[in-house]
């Protein structure tokens, strides 16, 4: 499954398939990119992250994708399973700021 | 503890009482976080502290909002006089790092609901 254009607030996948999540970034100083699952009922969790001088950066069956052209950042999650299911977030800082700027999330939902 | 730990889970206050949110940060992390996440969106961020130091409070959407960390290790936000906007999950990050750059931890969070 992927989210069609730039973000889409949510995503349905079959168990199994690649997922992909789209995030558009606005400020064009940032350099540093976080992605974040956060389940119902609880706090963030850090999955990946990437800085602005790497476009590509690859994690146990997660991979980001940075374009730093048009400002467009990519989760790519491979055979995905049920305890996937969550919303995705995208952050953006820049690496010697503490601020992070969350985008609005994509709800990810697996059909078993 | 093993991780971010925050009190009360969930919280419903009278609008106009105040309220007093606790966050346990992972022991030995210096940078503790505060962000409100209001439903269906992003966390946002309120304040930030260095040990026991607060240096940026940019974000607190206004002066009926408080945050301290006295001893630099446990942190309470403090609400007064509070309102229906302030429904919210308050998130308490903290990190081993002085910036933002790698892995923050995040707390459970507080849901206030102002009635």
């Known amino acids: 499954g992927e989210s069609v254009g730039l973000h889409l607030p949510t995503l349905s996948v079959q168990e199994g398939d690649n997922s992909i999540i789209n995030c558009a970034y606005s400020?064009?100083?940032?350099?540093?990119f976080i992605w974040y699952k956060q389940e119902s009922g609880k706090g963030p969790q850090f999955i990946i992250d990437i800085r602005s001088n790497m476009d590509k950066r690859q994690g146990q069956r997660v991979t980001v994708l940075l374009n730093k052209t048009v400002k467009h950042l990519s989760l790519q999650i491979a055979a995905t399973q049920p305890g996937d299911s969550a919303v995705y977030f995208c952050a953006e800082s820049t690496v010697n700021d503490y601020k992070l700027s969350f985008g609005a999330g994509t709800t990810v939902t697996v059909r078993a | 503890g093993a991780g971010v730990s925050q009190s009360p889970r969930y919280k419903v206050a009278k609008r106009g009482q105040d309220v007093a949110l606790r966050c346990d940060p992972i022991?030995?992390?210096?940078?503790l976080f505060w962000y409100q996440q209001a439903l269906g969106q992003g966390p946002e961020f309120l304040t930030y502290f260095q040990n026991e130091a607060q240096l940026d409070k940019s974000g607190l959407p206004s002066d009926r909002f408080f945050a301290e960390r006295p001893e630099g290790s446990v942190s309470t936000l403090k609400i007064q006089r509070t309102q229906q906007e302030d429904s919210a999950v308050y998130l308490c990050?903290?990190?081993?790092?002085?910036?933002?750059?790698?892995?923050?931890?995040f707390g459970e969070g507080s849901r206030l609901t102002v009635l």
């Open positions: 400020n064009s100083a940032s350099d540093y």
């Open positions: 022991s030995g992390h210096v940078s």
């Open positions: 990050a903290s990190s081993v790092r002085l910036a933002s750059t790698g892995e923050l931890f």
